[in-house]
């Protein structure tokens, strides 16, 4: 049986969590290096842009502990159409958060373009093609194929904009698609698709909060078979799916923790 995804918990954020998920991303960046001189990463919105400039802009603890920004290629895991400076925007929020604190050499950020905001379809086919160029340098790609990929999971199991239940699940072919009746507002939005989610050389998803229990049993306890889009995605990763909960997230969650290593 495929192993399984790797489920760490924290007792704190700020203490145990962030400087875990940044030992983890820096090993994430240095595989994605050695493999291609890049890290291809994509991020989605919610509370993770907080945690990760928590955990990338501590301070260096070593030459083996460098985020190596100017190296560094940042897409969206998915977006809202939403101009870039609206307080929706996922864009806006990694601006915010974490872009604008980021001193010296910046990495290289693919926000969506705005000409298509009307056009939610051709939104996505444009950020589509952003890929496409940036990963057209490598084989014949079927799927572009992230380093990393930095996710959320909202309480009701949903992952980038990929909604329990909703049709978009079963897209197989489009790398980004447009949803025009995402459950969570604004309705209008563009995210990665299943398969490509699912073909990440590493996942990392980030919980924290007693608010993330429930749906945190149903994906772990029930597994791909309660349908929830994040538990489809450990399905389709196993074990190259890790989980950065917190306490709070897990208690009383019947699912092997594994002690955090790289
Ligand atoms: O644009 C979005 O809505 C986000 O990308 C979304 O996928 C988010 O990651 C989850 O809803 C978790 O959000 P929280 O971490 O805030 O619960």
């Not at 203490?15 to 991303?25: G, Q, S, T």
């Not at 990495?107 to 952003?130: F, G």
């Not at 084989?139 to 992952?159: E, N, R």
């Not at 538990?231 to 950065?244: D, H, I, K, M, P």
Request: net charge negative.
């Amino acid at each position: 049986m495929a192993k399984q995804a790797n489920l760490y918990s924290f007792p704190s954020v700020p203490e145990h969590l962030a400087p875990a998920l940044r030992a983890y991303v820096i090993s994430c960046q240095e595989a994605g290096l050695a493999r291609h001189n890049v890290f291809k990463v994509a991020v989605s919105g919610g509370s993770l842009p907080k945690t990760l400039a928590q955990a990338l802009l501590a301070p260096s603890t070593g030459p083996a502990d460098q985020v190596k920004w100017d190296k560094w290629e940042i897409f969206f895991a998915d977006e809202r159409a939403v101009p870039l400076d609206h307080p929706d925007s996922n864009y806006f929020l990694l601006k915010q958060e974490l872009l604008d604190k980021i001193s010296g050499p910046q990495p290289t950020v693919h926000p969506i373009d705005v000409e298509y905001l009307n056009d939610t379809q051709e939104l996505a086919d444009q950020y589509e093609q952003v890929l496409v160029k940036s990963f057209a340098s490598r084989d014949s790609v079927k799927l572009p194929i992230f380093d990393l990929l930095l996710l959320g999971c909202g309480p009701d199991g949903h992952t980038c904009s990929l909604f329990p239940g909703h049709e978009l699940l079963r897209e197989t072919s489009a790398w980004v698609a447009p949803i025009e009746d995402s459950p969570k507002p604004p309705p209008r939005r563009v995210t990665l698709t299943l398969p490509v989610v699912t073909h990440a050389v590493r996942i990392a998803f980030v919980a924290t909060g007693a608010g993330k229990r429930e749906v945190m049993k149903q994906i772990f306890e029930e597994g791909a078979a309660g349908g929830l889009p994040c538990a489809l995605v450990n399905e389709g990763a196993g074990e190259r799916a890790s989980w950065f909960v917190d306490a709070d997230a897990v208690e009383g969650v019947s699912y092997p923790r594994r002690p955090f290593s790289l």
